[in-house]
């Protein structure tokens, strides 16, 4: 499969998969679909690691034809065509909906004309609306590789709007009383192991050591001979690769940041989280 970036050279020997990479793919090349609308029709790709495939299409359920008679004839042909129309758009977007799940796509793109703009709008339901990047102008016939020109700066420009987002809202809980965060290597590592982390924050550049238990299963930061709860001896692990691997396991989102003075200036590594867990990583000695 051609990848749509060029990845580090990495030789590791280990009793685990290397994630590290991959989460920063699935990170940067989210899985998107995109409908292109016409009336009669409707064509839907996904788009996935910087490829584009189409994957359904839909028609109307009769071919609409010119029209030129005029009078009460036009005005019931005119009525009819609005029909056709919007039982076609339900049609797509019941279809869309279908491939998104299918897909597990992230965002939607909609490519369409101004006639049909609030028919679609109107009948997209609610979680289709809420992953909706943008309603285009796009020609039905455009090649794949024009899609994807088309469409790739808008999902970059949406993957940094959610990085900026995410880094926001860890600086607003890390402020708030009790708020759902943790910062740093040491908090970090003990949310991971305790299992609440909804998103993941973590600096490409990010490295570091520690340890993880195998007998209770707890991460630690820095060079430790055994675990502080159970005294077991820790086994030495790649931080970067332990962090994704649990942020995976518990369906966190892995989002890798490429620059923020704020993650610098606490290690490199935050996260937010679903809930507060009333066990500190202090209070068993959390470096």
């Not at 299918?102 to 289709?128: C, F, W």
């Not at 490429?258 to 068993?284: C, F, I, K, P, T």
Request: glycine residues 8%; negative net charge; contains cysteine.
């Amino acid at each position: 499969m051609r990848l749509p970036r060029a990845f580090e050279t990495l030789c590791l020997v280990a009793n685990a998969y290397a994630h590290r990479m991959l989460a920063r793919a699935i990170d940067d090349y989210e899985t998107s679909a995109v409908a292109l609308v016409e009336g009669q029709q409707a064509y839907i790709f996904v788009i996935a690691l910087d490829q584009a495939e189409r994957v359904s299409e839909t028609q109307a359920a009769e071919r609409i034809k010119r029209f030129d008679q005029g009078g009460q004839a036009q005005m019931l042909f005119q009525r009819r065509t609005e029909n056709l129309i919007r039982a076609h758009v339900k049609d797509m977007a019941a279809e869309l909906e279908r491939v998104i799940e299918r897909y597990d796509a992230q965002h939607v793109i909609i490519a369409g004309n101004d006639s049909i703009k609030g028919a679609i709008m109107s009948t997209l339901p609610e979680p289709i609306k809420a992953k909706l990047i943008d309603y285009i102008h796009l020609d039905p016939n455009s090649s794949m590789k024009a899609i994807l020109a088309t469409v790739e700066p808008m999902l970059r420009e949406t993957e940094r709007r959610q990085e900026a987002e995410a880094l926001a809202e860890l600086e607003r809980q890390m402020t708030a009383k009790d708020g759902l965060g943790a910062l740093g290597v040491a908090d970090v590592a003990l949310a991971l192991s305790k299992g609440p982390v909804g998103t993941l924050l973590m600096l490409g550049s990010f490295a570091g050591v520690g340890g993880e238990c195998p007998s209770c299963g707890m991460l630690w930061a820095g060079q430790r001979s055994s675990c502080p709860y159970d005294g077991a001896e820790l086994q030495p692990v790649d931080l970067r690769e332990a962090f994704t691997a649990r942020a995976l396991q518990q369906s966190a989102t892995v989002e890798i940041v490429e620059g923020s003075e704020y993650l610098a200036a606490q290690g490199g590594v935050g996260a937010l989280l679903r809930y507060r867990d009333a066990v500190a990583a202090r209070a068993v000695g959390g470096a």
